[in-house]
């Protein structure tokens, strides 16, 4: 009965097409987990619990996880988890064999290029499926980058065929996509400074997450190796060394005209958050610019 719930009543879901193609993709998966990120409504996540051993239904609402867990409470292999797929730290799942995820939370380019960057970092997964792929131009971007990149290859479409309707439009893509990991060579990280090189970052004051008051405070662009340019002057900066970070990713930012601010700046491990520290007591956020609008979500969302 679930499969047949349908784009043509709730276009927050699939087609009942795609959930059927979802129950012939996972016949055989009973043993396995299931990432599904953005378990939204829980329609496809009551699909996946009868196919899948264990589904882990990750969303960014509470309110949204309640709403889910109601619809479904007479199932009992389904965990919920509150985690925003690009903010929040994807080491949680370092322990867990995840074999298959399900990518449909944020639909913007650099989101979905995240998540498939941090699932592709997931080293038992076998299968990657996306929705809205014939729809959104994010979805479809992102994906054609991977494979292209020879990251993965396409293993089919799922969901309606074009030419199909949606939202008044004609799609000329399928609804979904489901890919294969490729095997490729274990590279050493990008060090931090190389990490940095070429990126800009949004400054806040450190209240941001709490009072709500987004206005930035400054710019600060990594244009050249150890030579930044930002809205405060020029600036130096290096990896800090050893003996002065504790082991943590740590910069070192200096003005080199007045004030002469100097900066102990320590990174996220997923480079996506820069904590400031200046030298005359003020602290600052960052964020990449990149991220600018979907973290400003999540900030939203954390006042509402």
Not at 46 to 68: C, I, M, W, Y
Not at 118 to 142: E, K, Q, S
Not at 161 to 183: N, Q, R, T
Not at 261 to 266: D, G, K
């Amino acid at each position: 009965q679930e499969v047949l719930h349908d784009k043509n009543v709730d276009a927050w879901t699939t087609s009942s097409e795609f959930k059927q193609d979802l129950v012939q993709l996972f016949s055989n998966s009973q043993n396995e987990t299931m990432l599904e990120v953005g378990a939204h409504l829980g329609h496809c996540t009551r699909v996946l619990s009868r196919l899948f051993g264990t589904v882990l239904a990750l969303e960014n609402s509470v309110q949204v996880l309640k709403n889910n867990a109601a619809r479904n409470e007479d199932l009992r292999n389904i965990v919920y988890l509150k985690f925003h797929s690009v903010m929040d730290d994807w080491s949680l799942f370092a322990q867990t064999p995840i074999h298959a995820v399900f990518i449909d939370a944020a639909h913007d380019y650099g989101s979905v290029r995240s998540d498939l960057e941090r699932t592709l970092a997931l080293p038992h997964v076998h299968t990657i499926v996306l929705d809205d792929y014939g729809t959104t131009a994010g979805v479809h971007r992102a994906v054609d980058e991977v494979v292209a990149a020879g990251l993965v290859k396409v293993k089919s479409f799922i969901g309606r065929a074009p030419p199909w309707s949606y939202d008044g439009s004609i799609m000329k893509d399928w609804e979904g996509i489901v890919l294969e990991p490729l095997p490729r060579e274990t590279k050493e990280p990008p060090s931090l400074e190389a990490s940095l090189l070429g990126s800009s970052w949004v400054v806040y004051p450190a209240g941001v997450f709490t009072s709500g008051y987004f206005t930035p405070h400054g710019l600060i662009s990594f244009d050249r190796l150890h030579e930044a340019g930002s809205s405060y002057g020029p600036m130096e900066w290096r990896q800090a060394t050893d003996q002065e970070s504790g082991g943590r990713d740590m910069l070192i930012l200096q003005l080199t005209e007045e004030p002469r601010w100097r900066f102990q700046a320590t990174i996220t491990e997923a480079r996506t958050g820069m904590a400031l520290f200046r030298n005359d007591g003020v602290v600052l956020v960052a964020i990449p610019q990149t991220m600018v609008r979907v973290i400003g979500d999540k900030l939203l969302s954390y006042l509402h």
